[in-house]
């Protein structure tokens, strides 16, 4: 079955220092990978996507994710981080049947 | 603008009541689904579907019933037979294509007592 493992609970990144954030997949066929971000009591809000071609895929508000098939990884990056990035992230695989199998998610807490 | 609503925001509901979440999407979406949200657990799919008419249980299904007579409309009930119903329950829309992203509502936080 799919699963997506997302190894740090929190991360805690000085402002304008850089961020990367690890997710890992299983999944047996060509994955449709996904990164969301989630402000507390809202909804996920799409960052960006992969399902095939390069496998550096840019996204909204400055993040960009890089595919490794041989990693079965798909981490997500900024450059700077700014405090309103403090947010809880989410990566997910598309599993077919339209569904997405979602990890625990990383709290991420940007300090001054 | 498009989008989905989920009404209300907060509800609250006493042990042994079925107690009925509303979602409504404007995005000409097929697919609707619905997750349940728990602190440190991740999203987790109870249940979905991908045109009307007809719906799929998804991962945790048991204690939850739902019902998707209009494409615009996809309500979820939470049953007394759900044993730990308090929770942040998102739902979202999607074109129902495998690659296609889930488009996600604000949530209902429910509070059981």
């Known amino acids: 079955a799919q699963s997506v493992t997302q190894p740090d609970i929190h991360i805690t990144v000085s402002e304008g220092a850089s961020l990367e954030l690890r997710c890992n997949y299983s999944?047996?066929?060509?994955?449709?990978l996904f990164w969301y971000v989630q402000s507390p009591g809202q909804g996920l809000q799409l960052l960006l996507k992969?399902?095939?071609?390069?496998?550096l895929v840019q996204g909204i508000k400055g993040f960009e994710a890089e595919f490794k098939r041989s990693q079965s990884s798909f981490n997500l990056r900024k450059p700077s981080v700014h405090w309103s990035d403090a947010a809880e992230y989410f990566c997910?695989?598309?599993?077919?049947?339209?569904?997405?199998?979602f990890g625990k998610g990383t709290m991420l807490l940007v300090s001054p | 603008d498009g989008g989905i609503t989920q009404s209300p925001k907060y509800l609250f509901r006493k042990e042994g009541q079925n107690v009925t979440l509303s979602c409504e999407q404007n995005?000409?979406?097929?697919?609707m689904y619905w997750y349940r949200q728990d602190p440190g657990q991740g999203l987790r799919l109870i249940y979905y579907?991908?045109?009307?008419?007809?719906?799929q249980k998804g991962d945790i299904a048991e204690g939850y019933s739902v019902s998707r007579e209009k494409k615009e409309s996809f309500p979820l009930t939470v049953t007394s037979a759900q044993k730990n119903p308090t929770a942040f329950y998102l739902c979202?829309?999607?074109?129902?294509?495998?690659?296609?992203?889930?488009?996600f509502g604000n949530g209902t936080r429910l509070t059981v007592t």
């Open positions: 995005l000409n979406h097929d697919a």
């Open positions: 579907s991908q045109i009307v008419n007809d719906f």
């Open positions: 997910a695989v598309g599993t077919g049947y339209s569904t997405l199998t």
């Open positions: 979202a829309s999607s074109t129902g294509t495998d690659n296609s992203p889930l488009h």
């Open positions: 992969y399902f095939s071609g390069d496998t």
């Open positions: 999944y047996g066929a060509t994955p449709y």
